[in-house]
């Protein structure tokens, strides 16, 4: 075992603090990564102060990840000391299952691996994540990260980037399409990025006319305010794509409106409670609601081939981990444009 430093949440209603962590040595297939930059993830959050039940504590959150690899095992054969890799939402899956045969490992049958608050496959070793200094991860849950972009903006698309790039690429949203994004924060900015990128008319729909002109220069062509019923009166059957990044208690019946015939919601967003939906929202347009996680591995790779190839990024807000704490507050406040990403050197 390697002692490394961390961050973690010992109880639900106690700040983060500084941790000694225990990481396993690599073995034959693991490699061993020296963490540079990890995003602050809404789940991070909802995790930490155990809102969605299944903490176990201490926790160290973290899972947009990226690093430096220290050390390989025997039998790694794609890694080396010195590259720059990638770690996403999780790392490993039982990879004999159907949708792990498919390279769709974050729906496997017999429950993936997390980065973090997770077991291993051996159903007995937990799992910390990207709050420290080292990790080590199985090498096919390890991604190559290209060079040409900033590395701390590059890790928030190791989740951010790609919730929003899976579901653009399996609706096949193409140039043409009309695609409206519900909330403009960490998940709806990369929405508007990725879908103007493959040529969709965006427009964001927000309560807060503050972010239009954030919404203008991240790329979207429209934007438009919620709160007005005259504005949602008007835009009703426009959008042949929703996607709806809001974890905020919100009417998904609103927005169905605003959908053509045959248009598709796309929920990403994980409200408190459950959301009535009328039937005839969906019937009356043979309109669909459906949902979305993360890609698997080798969707989230070729995201970041993607967004290296034209040029995305997130929009970041560079933290020292000691800072986490208000970084979780004005997360929560939705004040921070748009992503929160902690400088692992600053754990010392």
């Known amino acids: 075992m390697k002692a490394v430093k961390s961050y973690v949440a010992h109880s639900a209603d106690k700040p983060l603090e500084p941790y000694q962590l225990d990481r396993r040595e690599p073995e034959a297939k ?13 789940s991070d959050i909802h995790t930490a ?32 000391a010195g590259d720059t890799v990638g770690v996403g939402c999780f790392v490993d899956s039982c990879g004999h299952c159907k949708n792990c045969k498919e390279d769709n490992e974050q729906y496997c049958e017999n429950g993936h691996s997390q980065t973090y608050n997770s077991y291993l ?8 994540g990207g709050y420290s200094t080292h990790i080590v991860v199985t090498e096919k849950f390890v991604l190559n990260v290209s060079d040409k972009l900033p590395l701390e903006k590059v890790a928030p698309l190791l989740c951010a980037g790609i919730t929003t790039y899976s579901p653009l690429k399996h609706w096949n949203v193409k140039a ?15 929405a508007v990025k990725i879908g103007a990128s493959m040529g969709a008319e965006v427009t964001v729909l927000s309560r807060s006319k503050s972010k ?6 991240l790329g979207a062509h429209h934007f438009e305010i919620t709160t007005d019923k005259s504005t949602m ?37 994980v409200p408190p409670t459950p959301s009535d ?30 967004c290296a190839e034209h040029n995305i990024t997130s929009d970041v807000e560079m933290i020292n981990i000691d800072q986490i704490n208000e970084a979780y507050e004005r997360t929560l406040a939705g004040d921070v444009h748009y992503r929160f990403v902690i400088d692992m050197a600053s754990l010392k």
């Open 121 to 128: 496959q051996d159903h007995k070793t937990i799992t910390y």
């Open 30 to 42: 693991d490699v061993e990564i020296k963490i540079l930059y990890c995003g602050v993830c809404h």
């Open 233 to 269: 009166e008007r835009l009703a059957n426009s959008f042949d794509f929703i996607i709806d990044t809001v974890s905020a208690q919100h009417d998904y019946n609103d927005y169905l409106a605003l959908l053509n015939t045959n248009g598709v919601m796309i929920i990403l967003g």
């Open 212 to 217: 239009e002109k954030d919404a203008q220069e």
């Open 277 to 306: 939906v009328q039937a005839f929202q969906l019937i009356g347009g043979r309109r669909s609601l459906v949902g979305s996680l993360v890609g698997g591995i080798k969707e989230t790779q070729e995201m970041l081939d993607y």
């Open 49 to 80: 102060r155990n809102e969605w039940g299944g903490t176990m504590y201490p926790v160290v959150p973290g899972h947009e990840i990226v690093g430096t690899v220290t050390r390989v095992g025997s039998e790694v054969s794609r890694f080396k």
């Open 176 to 190: 043409g399409d009309k695609l409206g994004v519900v909330g403009l924060g960490g998940l709806g900015h990369m």
